[in-house]
C-alpha cells in the first residue's frame, strides 16, 4: 500500500463515529497493513454501540488469526454490551467458535457472572474447549466448581485433561479437596508421564497430603530424569511441613547424593546440594571444601550459601580465596558477603 494510500485510510479511520460505519472499521480490521489494523481494533473498542458485537462475533470465522484474535479481544473489550451474543456463541456449532468464547470470557475482568457462563464449557463435546474452561476456572480460582472438575478428573482418560484439572485445582483447592485428588491416584508408578508433572506440583502446594514417602521416592528413582525440577520442589515442600524419620531423611538424602553425582543441570545441581545438607549436614560438611573449590559455580554458590547458613566460619579463608580468583560475579558477591558478616562477628 501506498504511502498517500494509507494515510488516506488512517485518516478515515480516525474521522469514523456512528455505529453505521462499523463495516468500515472491521474492513480495515483485515488489512495486510499493521498500523492500518491497530488503528481499526482501537477504534472498535471505542465503538460502544449495540449493533457492532454481533458484527464483530462474525469475525470468530474469519481465516485469519490475528483478525480472530482481534474479535477475541473486542469481545471482552465491549463485554456489557457483547454478553448475550457471547452466551449464545457457547452453543454455536462449530466447536472453534465455542472455544473462541470462552477465550473471549476468560479476558472479561471484574464480573463474577462469567464464571458461570465459562463453566458451560465443562460440558462442550470437543475436549479442547473442555481443557480451555476448566483452565480459566482455575485461573479465576472458581471455587463454585471444584466438584465439577474434581468429577472430570475421576472419569477423565486424556492425559491433557487430567494435568488440566490437577493445575486449576491446585489454584482452587483447600486440604480437604486436596486430600479428594490425592485418593484418585492411590498408585503413582501408573500415573503418565504428562500428569505425573502436574501431580507432583499439586503435591508440592499440599505435602501432608502424602501418605506414601516410600513410594515417592521410589517413582523419583525412575522418572527422575523427565520430572527432575517437580521433584526437588516437593522435597522441598516435605522437609519444609513433614518432621521425618531417620530412615525417611536416608533414604532420601541416598536418592539426592546419586543423581548430585549423575548428569543434571548446574540450577539442579545447587538446588539438590541445599537439600543434601537439610538432611545431612554433617556429611555436605565432610565435602564443602569439594563443593567450594569445584569448577560448577551453582555448586560453588551453593556452597558459600551453606558456609552461611551453618556458620562454619572455619572456611573462611577459603571463602578469601573464592572471592579473590572467582570469575561469577554472583559467587563473588556472595562469598564478599558471608565475608563480611563473618569478620563482624569476629570483632564483635
Known amino acids: 500500500m501506498q504511502n498517500d494510500e494509507k494515510l488516506r485510510?488512517?485518516?478515515?479511520?480516525?474521522?469514523?463515529?456512528?455505529?453505521?460505519?462499523?463495516?468500515?472499521?472491521?474492513?480495515?480490521?483485515?488489512?495486510?497493513?499493521?498500523?492500518?489494523?491497530?488503528?481499526?481494533?482501537?477504534?472498535?473498542?471505542?465503538?460502544?454501540?449495540?449493533?457492532?458485537?454481533?458484527?464483530?462475533?462474525?469475525?470468530?470465522?474469519?481465516?485469519?488469526?490475528?483478525?480472530?484474535?482481534?474479535?477475541?479481544?473486542?469481545?471482552?473489550?465491549?463485554?456489557?454490551?457483547?454478553?448475550?451474543?457471547?452466551?449464545?456463541?457457547?452453543?454455536?456449532?462449530?466447536?472453534?467458535?465455542?472455544?473462541?468464547?470462552?477465550?473471549?470470557?476468560?479476558?472479561?475482568?471484574?464480573?463474577?457472572?462469567?464464571?458461570?457462563?465459562?463453566?458451560?464449557?465443562l460440558?462442550?463435546?470437543?475436549?479442547?474447549?473442555?481443557?480451555?474452561?476448566?483452565?480459566?476456572?482455575?485461573?479465576?480460582?472458581?471455587?463454585?466448581?471444584?466438584d465439577c472438575i474434581l468429577k472430570l478428573l475421576a472419569e477423565g482418560d486424556n492425559e491433557f485433561l487430567l494435568a488440566t484439572c490437577i493445575r486449576a485445582l491446585s489454584k482452587m483447592a483447600d486440604e480437604r479437596i486436596a486430600e479428594r485428588v490425592v485418593q484418585l491416584f492411590p498408585e503413582l508408578e501408573r500415573i503418565d508421564d504428562i500428569t505425573l508433572m502436574a501431580y507432583l506440583r499439586f503435591l508440592a502446594s499440599f505435602p501432608r497430603t502424602l501418605k506414601n514417602l516410600s513410594s515417592l521416592i521410589d517413582l523419583a528413582e525412575k522418572k527422575w530424569d523427565i520430572a527432575l525440577k517437580e521433584f526437588l520442589d516437593l522435597f522441598a515442600a516435605i522437609l519444609d511441613t513433614t518432621e521425618l524419620s531417620a530412615?525417611?531423611?536416608?533414604?532420601?538424602?541416598?536418592?539426592?547424593?546419586?543423581?548430585?553425582?549423575?548428569?543434571?543441570?548446574?540450577?539442579?545441581?545447587?538446588?539438590?546440594?541445599?537439600?543434601?545438607?537439610?538432611?545431612?549436614?554433617?556429611?555436605?560438611?565432610?565435602?564443602?571444601?569439594?563443593?567450594?573449590?569445584?569448577?560448577?559455580?551453582?555448586?560453588?554458590?551453593?556452597?558459600?550459601?551453606?558456609?552461611?547458613?551453618?556458620s562454619w566460619v572455619d572456611y573462611l579463608d577459603d571463602l578469601k580465596h573464592i572471592c579473590a580468583s572467582a570469575v561469577d560475579e554472583d559467587l563473588r558477591a556472595a562469598a564478599e558477603l558471608v565475608i563480611e558478616r563473618f569478620e563482624n562477628v569476629e570483632r564483635e
Open 9 to 121: 485510510k488512517l485518516t478515515e479511520i480516525e474521522k469514523v463515529s456512528s455505529p453505521e460505519d462499523v463495516d468500515v472499521l472491521i474492513e480495515a480490521l483485515k488489512s495486510d497493513d499493521v498500523l492500518i489494523r491497530e488503528a481499526a481494533f482501537d477504534k472498535l473498542k471505542q465503538f460502544k454501540f449495540p449493533q457492532v458485537p454481533v458484527k464483530v462475533a462474525k469475525l470468530f470465522k474469519d481465516s485469519e488469526a490475528y483478525v480472530r484474535n482481534a474479535a477475541v479481544l473486542l469481545m471482552a473489550e465491549m463485554w456489557d454490551l457483547s454478553k448475550e451474543e457471547l452466551t449464545k456463541l457457547l452453543h454455536d456449532p462449530d466447536k472453534d467458535v465455542r472455544k473462541l468464547a470462552l477465550d473471549s470470557l476468560h479476558y472479561v475482568v471484574g464480573d463474577p457472572s462469567v464464571e458461570d457462563l465459562i463453566a458451560v464449557g
Open 123 to 146: 460440558e462442550d463435546v470437543e475436549l479442547n474447549n473442555v481443557i480451555a474452561a476448566v483452565e480459566y476456572l482455575g485461573e479465576l480460582q472458581s471455587k463454585k466448581y471444584t
Open 247 to 310: 530412615e525417611q531423611k536416608d533414604r532420601m538424602f541416598e536418592f539426592l547424593r546419586r543423581i548430585f553425582a549423575s548428569d543434571i543441570p548446574s540450577p539442579n545441581k545447587y538446588e539438590v546440594l541445599l537439600l543434601m545438607a537439610r538432611l545431612n549436614p554433617d556429611h555436605v560438611k565432610r565435602e564443602i571444601v569439594n563443593y567450594l573449590y569445584s569448577n560448577d559455580p551453582m555448586i560453588q554458590l551453593a556452597a558459600v550459601e551453606l558456609i552461611d547458613q551453618f
